[in-house]
């Protein structure tokens, strides 16, 4: 299973591009710069969060071309936060997805712009998806609205910003991590399960599997950043920068991964048989080294 999961990555990594690359075309020489800057940091990535939108989406039977565009939305969302994350009086990180970070190319001002575009250009791609229903578009949209906003990415950041200290509580790390992170894995899980007609308690269910794949994911993260290779990871590694594994050990961090795993793993009971592929999802999320 795990090797159908990586061989699925690859194929939805491929979609993902050729959307994006639709969706970022431009006709207005003008602003050319705007679209390079975007171009340029949505590419790349491992597109997990698109593979998991679309995981979903199969858990429910739903067509694949019905998933490509909220897919590649909730890969837009979280380039564009990761141009923002960069910049110098966010995280200050020069290096992203193994290139120079977006600011470093096109300066300070353009990634902005550009990551501003991106999310309105996520949104739109979600709102003018002729293969989606109205209503469900709706719902999606504002999903994937909360996911950025007081309720995820913003509010995540800003409690990272402003509140983390050098002797920092689990709750404030475990805040931080429920925003950062979780916040638009759920979006993304969330998206594909209201596509899919799911009812109410399965899209309880995928809301609890996402928030705990989404810790999981953090946690890794954090561990990869105090013993992963920066060329095989390649960001900046921030080694002196308050993360879960300063705050409980590498080992204590690697059993907590697990046990958010093995939590998501539970929620996914409701499904039954149906749900191996987000069961191999999730073995593959805990056990990446990039
Ligand atoms: C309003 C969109 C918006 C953002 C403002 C800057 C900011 C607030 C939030 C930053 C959120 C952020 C970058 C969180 C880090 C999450 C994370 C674990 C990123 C790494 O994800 P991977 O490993 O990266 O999936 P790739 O490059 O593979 O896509």
Do not use: W
Request: aromatic share 8%.
């Amino acid at each position: 299973m795990q090797e159908k999961i990586i061989t699925f990555l690859q194929e939805i990594k491929k979609s993902t591009d050729k959307e994006i690359d639709q969706a970022l075309q431009n006709s207005e020489p003008m602003i050319e710069g705007l679209y390079k800057s975007a171009i340029y940091s949505a590419a790349g990535g491992k597109r997990v969060r698109a593979v998991y939108t679309n995981l979903v989406g199969r858990l429910f039977d739903v067509d694949p071309d019905c998933m490509l565009k909220t897919a590649c939305a909730v890969e837009m969302i979280h380039a564009a936060s990761l141009i923002m994350d960069d910049l110098p009086y966010m995280d200050d990180s020069q290096l992203r997805r193994g290139k120079p970070a977006n600011h470093v190319v096109f300066g300070q001002d353009v990634a902005l712009c550009a990551s501003i575009a991106m999310l309105a250009k996520a949104n739109e791609l979600v709102l003018m998806d002729d293969r989606i229903d109205s209503d469900v578009k709706i719902k999606v949209s504002q999903v994937l609205l909360h996911s950025y906003g007081f309720e995820g990415l913003a509010a995540g950041q800003f409690v990272d910003l402003k509140l983390k200290r050098k002797n920092i509580e689990y709750e404030i790390i475990r805040y931080i991590n429920d925003k950062k992170t979780a916040a638009l894995f759920t979006a993304a899980g969330k998206a594909g399960a209201i596509i899919g007609n799911a009812n109410d308690d399965q899209i309880h269910a995928i809301e609890e599997y996402s928030r705990n794949i989404g810790f999981a994911f953090q946690i890794i993260d954090d561990i990869l950043d105090v013993t992963g290779d920066k060329e095989v990871v390649g960001k900046d590694l921030s080694h002196d920068s308050m993360n879960y594994v300063m705050l409980v050990g590498k080992e204590e961090a690697e059993k907590r991964a697990k046990k958010y795993t093995d939590k998501a793993l539970n929620t996914l009971k409701l499904f039954g048989d149906k749900a191996k592929e987000l069961v191999a999802f999730s073995e593959f999320l805990i056990n990446r080294v990039n």
